[in-house]
């Protein structure tokens, strides 16, 4: 099967950072990606990533260790416009099929 | 940013009624996924295409959802007839590794 878990909501502070962590078990692996998405939107694209470390992409950073089936989405300087839900989805190898968790629901307060 | 065009945004049909919507993929994007995301905002895999191929299919897609990608013309999905638990998001996505996702049709069935 394929399972992706994410906590449900996740709150911080402006001009802090916020982790939005994300654990996966699933039936074969061909990388993992990070979405933004706000209410009534569709998901917007953050980052891909298929090797473990870190990737650095400014605001938005990701982490990925394949070994523990975990990743996480880091957001620095967070400003109150970051509020939204971020979602991970882990690509199946067969023909890239993206499994999503339920997201995470990032609040920022001033 | 995504150069997935969906059309149309919004649509209302009446239960029993068909609903078709539609999908240009990004330009070189050989492959193209339909996803439905509900109420609670979870997703599922409906479909997807690799040069106008089937590659894979739900069960549920095989009943009342119909869908293709032909060459020269936007991709399409149509449900035979709406029915309530059909009231979603849909979205079309296209890919050449990383998975865009265009804005979403959200249909509403009364």
């Known amino acids: 099967g394929q399972g992706v878990e994410q906590p449900d909501n996740l709150m911080s502070v402006e001009g802090t950072f916020a982790r939005v962590n994300c654990t996966y078990s699933?039936?074969?692996?061909?990388?993992l990606s990070w979405y933004q998405q706000r209410e009534g939107h569709a998901p917007v694209f953050l980052s891909y990533?298929?090797?473990?470390g870190l990737k650095d992409s400014g605001h938005f950073s990701t982490f990925l260790s394949r070994s523990n089936g975990y990743s996480y989405l880091l957001l620095t300087e967070l400003q109150i416009k970051d509020s939204a839900s971020y979602l991970c989805?882990?690509?199946?190898?067969?023909?890239?099929?993206?499994?999503f968790g339920s997201g995470t629901k990032l609040t920022v307060e001033p | 940013n995504s150069k997935v065009i969906q059309t149309p945004r919004y649509l209302v049909k009446g239960q029993g009624q068909k609903a078709k919507m539609r999908c240009i993929p990004e330009?070189?994007?050989?492959?193209v996924f339909w996803y439905q995301q509900n109420k609670n905002n979870e997703f599922k895999f409906l479909i997807n295409?690799?040069?106008?191929?089937?590659?894979?299919q739900i069960d549920m897609t095989e009943k009342r959802f119909s869908a293709e990608c032909p060459s020269n013309s936007p991709c399409s999905l149509e449900i035979q007839s709406s029915e309530a638990g059909d009231s979603a998001l849909y979205l079309c996505?296209?890919?050449?590794?990383?998975?865009?996702f265009g804005k979403g049709t959200r249909l509403t069935v009364v």
């Open positions: 699933t039936s074969g692996f061909n990388g």
């Open positions: 996505a296209s890919s050449p590794r990383e998975v865009f």
């Open positions: 330009k070189g994007h050989p492959v």
């Open positions: 990533v298929v090797l473990d």
């Open positions: 295409f690799q040069n106008q191929e089937v590659l894979q």
């Open positions: 989805a882990v690509r199946a190898p067969n023909y890239n099929v993206l499994y």
